[in-house]
């Protein structure tokens, strides 16, 4: 089955970068796409990035060249890359994964998620 376990996060100030990961295990990632989604207090989860087994990326708009999603099938972890951090990027960060060709940026279309870590954007 599926674990994943997310780590990186933190207290940074805005402009400054980040690096989460994403441990997988339990599974081949060859055969997994995965997703980065965020959840801030009282707000719905998000998409913010997905990666498919063939390394192509979706990335959401509000993200999109600050945030790059990259995964290493050799050290069975997913990673997002985070630069020039504001603070509504702050938010408890998931990891997920789904089996096949495809990622989805909707979580409602993966059924196997991490704890989470905490990324917290303030002066």
């Known amino acids: 089955q599926l674990q994943l376990v997310e780590s990186g996060g933190d207290l940074v100030q805005p402009g400054g970068s980040l690096r989460l990961s994403c441990a997988v295990s339990?599974?081949?990632?060859?055969?997994?796409?995965f997703g980065w989604f965020r959840q801030a207090p009282g707000k719905e989860r998000e998409g913010v990035s997905c990666i498919t087994r063939g390394h192509s990326t979706n990335v959401v708009d509000s993200v999109k060249g600050r945030f790059t999603i990259s995964r290493d099938n050799t050290k069975n972890t997913v990673y997002l890359q985070m630069n020039d951090l504001r603070p509504e990027d702050s938010a408890v960060y998931y990891c997920a994964g789904i089996s096949g060709y495809v990622c989805f940026m909707g979580a409602d279309k993966y059924s196997d998620w991490g704890q989470g870590t905490q990324v917290t954007v303030s002066t």
């Open positions: 339990g599974v081949s990632m060859d055969y997994y796409n």
